[in-house]
């Protein structure tokens, strides 16, 4: 079968100076898109900003015959994400995909949580998300075409201790994902997120000796094939780690059902209603509710 390319696509990259973000980059670009790199040149949590990251990508796409544009927008305010898109819009035209990959760490245990914290992270990464893709959706719904790609995280999906503001940030862009996903749909914008586990200069820490076997270039792979044209699957989430690739999804138990519920009811069906028997896997509400109406008539 043919080579998957990207001929005449272009492509916003956000947090694309370096780790996942450039191994997304550099990929993509080897294979025909027109990339915009984005990157604040900020320190792990946040702070400063240095246009060397982003310059050095483009580059390296450009020594490789690529074709790229650098970008310091921040994702963290509407500007930032309106300005990033008019980038790709004043350099190629069009944008046809947008990898909502920046991001930061602030982690703290729960009790010593601040708002600042907090709100610092969930700018970045999901009102980031938001701020950048929404002006791309203008462009993607005028053409019939898209492709959105955001970084989760299994320290959203299943928790991870000291990552309360970012576990939330990223269980956030699951459902922010799975709405444009539905919403998307009739104009051919495919929408999926990512859950990486690689060795970035935000991970090394917590990996350990792990992190030798995690290389980012081994994740790209996964968010080329989701921006793909060809790609079939919408609203989906992907855990991607040294070469291996699974799938994320939210199921639903049969649960239990009785008209005339009683608190002592649930304490003595608890384990029917936590049964994974005969369990579905929704795309959208209207499933569940379809449940709720063969199990309530």
Request: hydrophobic share 40%.
């Amino acid at each position: 079968m043919a080579d998957l390319g990207f001929d005449g696509r272009v492509a916003i990259i956000t947090g694309a100076g370096g780790g996942l973000g450039r191994e997304h980059a550099l990929l993509l670009a080897s294979r025909g898109a027109r990339v915009v790199v984005n990157d604040v040149g900020g320190s792990v949590s946040g702070e400063g900003g240095d246009a060397g990251p982003a310059q050095r990508v483009v580059q390296e796409i450009s020594d490789a015959g690529g074709e790229a544009v650098a970008d310091t927008h921040s994702v963290a305010t509407p500007e930032g994400g309106e300005a990033i898109v008019a980038t790709a819009l004043d350099h190629f035209g069009r944008v046809d995909i947008v990898v909502n990959n920046a991001g930061i760490l602030r982690d703290k245990t729960f009790h010593n949580m601040t708002a600042d914290l907090l709100n610092a992270v969930l700018d970045v990464h999901l009102k980031g998300a938001f701020y950048v893709t929404r002006p791309a959706w203008i462009k993607m719904r005028e053409q019939s075409y898209g492709r959105v790609i955001n970084t989760s995280s299994n320290s959203g999906i299943l928790g991870n201790f000291g990552q309360s503001n970012y576990g939330a940030a990223k269980m956030g862009l699951v459902g922010l994902t799975r709405v444009l996903a539905v919403e998307g749909a009739k104009y051919n914008i495919k929408v999926n997120a990512v859950a990486p586990v690689a060795r970035t200069r935000m991970t090394e820490a917590l990996l350990g000796s792990l992190g030798e076997k995690i290389d980012p270039v081994t994740v790209s792979p996964v968010v080329a094939f989701l921006a793909h044209e060809e790609c079939p699957v919408t609203g989906e989430v992907y855990s991607a780690a040294g070469g291996r690739i699974a799938r994320f999804f939210i199921g639903l138990t049969q649960g239990y059902y009785n008209p005339h519920l009683t608190v002592e009811d649930v304490r003595d069906h608890l384990a029917d209603i936590r049964s994974e028997d005969g369990y579905i896997v929704g795309t959208s509400n209207s499933d569940e509710l379809a449940l709720l109406i063969k199990q309530l008539s």
